[in-house]
């Protein structure tokens, strides 16, 4: 599964500018200590952070794409730096429960 | 016997806070890692000729790096955290560095020791290399590398705008409001 895949069929916003990647695994955290030490390349990141400091967070940790869940409005700076590093930000207005659940439907699971 | 390539992976995972002193009698700075699971902010006192008080903290982990082949462990207690450049000051070499290896799509982020003792005894080098193997063995590197550097390399700390990967703040769910560098 991709990230293109990914928005096509649950109807995630994208707002930076990325190339698709391959998905693989969910995490869900909103602690950026937490992200690092425990997930993995490749999986999506849930979380309702959108503060610019997500971006190197997701970048070390190499995630295919970091989803800002229950429809939080994400500041501009977040959305450019993400593009320059080409970290895929995508949004949905689902709260990250329900949108853990539709992923899970997909046959994503944790890594 | 050919030497191990190792191949790391995180172990002895502990969370907890950073804690950020100020002496406000000489505004020297020091950090150390606390376990603690309440940090009390504005904490004051005296130590010798320093009024210590305690300006931040910031939620983090500390790690060892173990090795899957051979079983090395390689202690990480001495690392602070991980600084985000920022491109603040034109003249810094970390900021020289980023403009060259981002063409290479080759991204950098700062080591930082706990302060004191990183000003005189940095983080080695050699484990700096360890930490840059360790996040680009789990990435994709025909994307994009990690390139782990020295703080030493920043010109100017006083001036230096990075921002740490740190959860300062994200229990409020707020940006963090013109946050101050700590230096």
């Given at each position: 599964?991709?990230?293109?895949?990914?928005?096509?069929?649950?109807?995630?916003?994208?707002?930076?500018?990325?190339?698709?990647?391959?998905?693989?695994g969910?995490f869900?955290?909103d602690m950026?200590?937490?992200?690092?030490?425990?997930?993995?390349?490749?999986?999506l990141?849930?979380?309702?952070?959108?503060?610019?400091?997500?971006?190197?967070?997701?970048?070390?940790?190499?995630?295919?794409?970091?989803?800002?869940?229950?429809?939080?409005?994400?500041?501009?700076?977040?959305v450019?730096?993400?593009?320059?590093?080409?970290?895929?930000?995508?949004?949905?207005?689902?709260?990250?429960?329900?949108?853990?659940?539709?992923?899970?439907?997909?046959?994503?699971?944790?890594? | 016997?050919?030497?191990?390539?190792?191949?790391?992976?995180?172990?002895?995972?502990?969370?907890?806070?950073?804690?950020?002193?100020?002496?406000?009698?000489?505004?020297?700075?020091?950090?150390?890692?606390?376990?603690?699971?309440?940090?009390?902010?504005?904490?004051?006192?005296?130590?010798?000729?320093?009024?210590?008080?305690?300006?931040?903290?910031?939620?983090?982990?500390?790690?060892?790096?173990?090795?899957?082949?051979?079983?090395?462990?390689?202690?990480?207690?001495?690392?602070?955290?991980?600084?985000?450049?920022?491109?603040?000051?034109?003249?810094?070499?970390?900021?020289?560095?980023?403009?060259?290896l981002?063409?290479?799509k080759?991204?950098?982020?700062?080591?930082?020791?706990?302060?004191?003792q990183a000003?005189?005894?940095?983080?080695?080098?050699?484990?700096?290399?360890?930490l840059?193997?360790?996040?680009?063995?789990?990435?994709?590197?025909?994307?994009?590398?990690?390139?782990?550097?020295?703080?030493?390399?920043?010109?100017?700390?006083?001036?230096?705008?990075?921002?740490?990967?740190?959860?300062?703040?994200?229990?409020?769910?707020?940006?963090?409001?013109?946050?101050?560098?700590?230096?």
């Amino acid at each position: 599964m991709t990230t293109q895949d990914l928005i096509e069929k649950i109807g995630l916003k994208a707002l930076s500018k990325f190339e698709h990647r391959d998905v693989d695994g969910v995490f869900v955290s909103d602690m950026l200590s937490d992200v690092m030490a425990g997930a993995k390349s490749s999986n999506l990141w849930l979380t309702i952070q959108t503060h610019k400091s997500i971006v190197p967070a997701a970048n070390l940790v190499d995630v295919s794409a970091v989803i800002i869940t229950s429809g939080k409005e994400v500041p501009q700076d977040t959305v450019d730096l993400a593009s320059k590093y080409n970290i895929a930000i995508l949004s949905s207005d689902l709260a990250t429960f329900e949108l853990v659940g539709r992923l899970y439907g997909l046959g994503l699971g944790s890594k | 016997m050919p030497e191990c390539q190792h191949q790391w992976e995180m172990t002895n995972i502990q969370f907890g806070f950073v804690a950020f002193e100020k002496c406000f009698h000489c505004n020297d700075l020091r950090t150390y890692f606390s376990a603690e699971d309440n940090p009390i902010l504005g904490d004051k006192y005296r130590e010798g000729d320093h009024y210590w008080s305690r300006v931040e903290n910031a939620q983090t982990f500390t790690f060892d790096l173990k090795c899957t082949q051979c079983n090395h462990t390689e202690k990480f207690n001495d690392l602070m955290g991980l600084l985000h450049c920022t491109g603040c000051l034109p003249d810094c070499e970390v900021e020289i560095m980023r403009n060259k290896l981002e063409a290479e799509k080759t991204w950098i982020v700062v080591g930082f020791g706990f302060l004191p003792q990183a000003k005189t005894e940095p983080i080695p080098p050699r484990k700096l290399d360890m930490l840059t193997d360790y996040f680009n063995q789990r990435r994709d590197t025909s994307r994009s590398k990690i390139k782990v550097v020295p703080f030493n390399l920043i010109g100017d700390l006083a001036r230096c705008k990075g921002d740490f990967i740190h959860d300062v703040g994200m229990l409020s769910l707020e940006p963090p409001p013109g946050r101050k560098s700590p230096f």
